[in-house]
């Protein structure tokens, strides 16, 4: 059974190639991911950082671009491994 997430040989309309400028706010999450993965701090993987993605409802995973995705799931993965607790996050992001 496919999840939302899983668009493999269905039609989707075209891929848009043109070059984009990338927000500073996605390099800084590409970055804090590089950081989270390095071999030095294993604090995630790549692997649990899709499982994130994959795990966002249809609605949030529709809804979010990229990089929204991406930050979505590294907070998820880092209350659900007690690195940061929701209302420790809520305070650093406010």
Not at 45 to 50: A, E, G, K, S, Y
Not at 57 to 80: F, H, K, T, V
């Amino acid at each position: 059974m496919r999840r939302h997430h899983d668009m493999g040989g269905l039609p989707a309309g075209p891929v848009e190639t043109a070059p984009h400028n990338v927000a500073a706010w996605e390099k800084r999450v590409d970055a804090i991911m590089r950081l989270l993965i390095d071999s030095k701090r294993r604090v995630m993987t790549v692997d649990q950082l899709r499982r994130g993605i994959e795990d966002l409802g249809p609605g949030a995973y529709d809804r979010l671009d990229y990089y929204q995705r991406w930050i979505a799931s590294i907070a998820n993965i880092l209350i659900e491994r007690g690195v940061i607790g929701v209302d420790e996050l809520g305070r650093r992001m406010a």
